[in-house]
Nanobody
Framework: VQLQASGGGLVQAGGSLSLSCSASGMIFRANNMGWYRQAPGKQREWVAFITSDGTKEYRGTVKGRFTISRDNGKNTVYLQMNSLKPEDTAVYYC?????????WGQGTQVTVSS
């Protein structure tokens, strides 16, 4: 299984970024998928997940600002991030939900400047 996250970058507070994660080696449509993040010096935390049937859940601190979606035809899960805050700065990863320890990829860096 390979999960490749992309789309990170440097953005000012209040800005937006759109992350993508392409999956291979798995039956994507059958899996719940999640976005996670890890800030420097902190534990990795889940951000949002989307079930195989499209149900979505968000961490409280991102609810109303982030939107998770999936395209099963493209084996890709997305995270649209709006109204970004400096505390959103982290490396963002995708994985199954709940995560599989063997599926972590390299992630993509998101940096929000104040």
């Amino acid at each position: 299984v390979q999960l490749q996250a992309s789309g990170g970058g440097l953005v000012q507070a209040g800005g937006s970024l759109s992350l993508s994660c392409s999956a291979s080696g798995m039956i994507f449509r059958a899996n719940n998928m999640g976005w996670y993040r890890q800030a420097p010096g902190k534990q990795r935390e889940w951000v949002a997940f989307i079930t195989s049937d499209g149900t979505k859940e968000y961490r409280g601190t991102v609810k109303g600002r982030f939107t998770i979606s999936r395209d099963n035809g493209k084996n890709t899960v997305y995270l649209q991030m709006n109204s970004l805050k400096p505390e959103d700065t982290a490396v963002y990863y995708c994985n199954r939900y709940p995560y599989d320890v063997e599926y972590w990829g390299q992630g993509t860096q998101v940096t929000v400047s104040s």
